[in-house]
């Protein structure tokens, strides 16, 4: 979709994050060491004024296109309210107006099970790893399907322990382990759900409306973490969205997996309409 010799693409770390931006294990100036748990609480809003900051170094005065999937369509949105006139079009991929209660209750449980870890309240860059293993396993059962587990993850054989989908999820967590500090990903859940496009600005539908970008809308029919209701409100009040919806047996976790279907809607819809 994108041609790096064709296009100048820019794809930011959030603040929050540990893969380059601060976070929560970046040094406090006051005392010299991590900030660990005492980290702030940082909004979606703030990560855009990040980007924004960015925008300003790298001395880019108009987007031709701002695009971004789940939490990143969080940031898009917000860009797109932010930069009304430097934003000319917009995908809006598997992401809502505001983090919905199903959403933040999966990740206050999540919260809950890393704080369960008796080493969370140390301040080293593995506190908490079980707990966050713990966690990554919770968020699974929404990133995916009832069908995706029943068709890759069950067991054939006439067992009593040592299931696969049990491997799945513990393999999964693992493999977020070994990348991932368990601070940043407590805080960046927080993060999340800040998420409201209407928060002080006189609501959801006065806020979208304001939006003056062409913009595709894109949902996945078997989203349980945001699901298509979420996408088609988007579309019906931002005045220049149009909705499109696609297919795929892993729910949420389609956006990073239907590259295809995703690449054919954005450029269909920006060939036909200009």
Same mark, same amino acid.
Request: with cysteine; hydrophobic share 40%.
């Given at each position: 979709?994108? +041609?790096?010799?064709?296009?100048? $693409?820019?794809?930011?770390?959030?603040?929050?994050?540990?893969?380059?931006?601060?976070?929560?294990?970046? %040094?406090? &100036?006051?005392?010299?060491?991590? !900030?660990?748990? @005492?980290?702030?609480?940082? =909004?979606?809003?703030?990560?855009?004024? %990040?980007?924004?900051?960015?925008?300003?170094?790298?001395?880019?005065?108009?987007?031709?296109?701002?695009?971004?999937?789940?939490?990143?369509?969080?940031?898009?949105?917000?860009?797109?309210?932010?930069?009304?006139?430097?934003?000319? #079009?917009?995908?809006?991929?598997?992401?809502?107006?505001?983090?919905?209660?199903?959403? $933040?209750?999966?990740?206050?449980?999540?919260?809950?099970?890393?704080?369960?870890? &008796?080493?969370?309240?140390?301040?080293?860059?593995?506190?908490?790893?079980?707990?966050?293993?713990?966690?990554?396993?919770?968020?699974?059962?929404?990133?995916?399907?009832?069908?995706?587990?029943?068709?890759?993850?069950? +067991?054939?054989?006439?067992?009593? @322990?040592?299931?696969?989908?049990?491997?799945?999820?513990? !393999? #999964?967590? +693992?493999?977020?382990?070994?990348?991932?500090?368990? /601070?940043?990903?407590?805080?960046?859940?927080?993060?999340? +759900?800040? *998420?409201?496009?209407?928060?002080?600005?006189?609501?959801?539908? #006065? %806020?979208?409306? =304001?939006?003056?970008?062409?913009?595709?809308?894109?949902?996945?029919?078997? @989203?349980?973490?945001?699901?298509?209701?979420?996408?088609?409100?988007?579309?019906? *009040?931002?005045?220049? %969205?149009?909705?499109?919806?696609?297919?795929?047996? !892993?729910?949420?976790?389609?956006?990073?997996?239907?590259?295809? #279907?995703?690449?054919?809607?954005?450029?269909? /819809?920006?060939?036909?309409?200009?």
């Amino acid at each position: 979709l994108f +041609d790096p010799g064709r296009d100048f $693409i820019v794809c930011a770390n959030t603040i929050g994050s540990c893969y380059g931006s601060t976070g929560a294990r970046s %040094a406090n &100036p006051v005392t010299g060491e991590a !900030y660990g748990v @005492d980290f702030p609480l940082l =909004t979606i809003r703030d990560q855009v004024r %990040a980007h924004l900051l960015l925008m300003d170094h790298l001395g880019i005065e108009q987007v031709r296109l701002c695009m971004g999937g789940s939490c990143g369509g969080h940031q898009a949105m917000e860009m797109a309210y932010v930069m009304k006139e430097k934003i000319l #079009q917009l995908v809006l991929v598997v992401t809502s107006a505001k983090e919905t209660a199903w959403a $933040i209750a999966g990740h206050a449980a999540q919260r809950m099970a890393i704080k369960a870890d &008796p080493t969370f309240f140390e301040n080293e860059n593995d506190s908490g790893l079980d707990g966050m293993r713990a966690a990554r396993a919770m968020a699974l059962l929404n990133y995916r399907t009832f069908q995706s587990y029943v068709e890759r993850q069950t +067991d054939f054989e006439e067992i009593m @322990d040592g299931f696969r989908a049990s491997s799945y999820v513990s !393999y #999964q967590g +693992d493999k977020l382990a070994r990348r991932f500090y368990p /601070h940043c990903y407590y805080h960046l859940t927080r993060t999340l +759900d800040t *998420h409201d496009i209407g928060r002080k600005r006189g609501g959801i539908e #006065q %806020a979208l409306s =304001t939006l003056e970008q062409k913009a595709l809308v894109i949902g996945i029919g078997s @989203d349980a973490l945001i699901p298509p209701a979420e996408q088609k409100l988007l579309a019906k *009040h931002v005045p220049e %969205a149009e909705y499109k919806e696609i297919s795929s047996a !892993y729910g949420h976790d389609g956006f990073l997996i239907e590259t295809t #279907q995703i690449r054919e809607a954005v450029q269909k /819809h920006f060939i036909s309409n200009g």
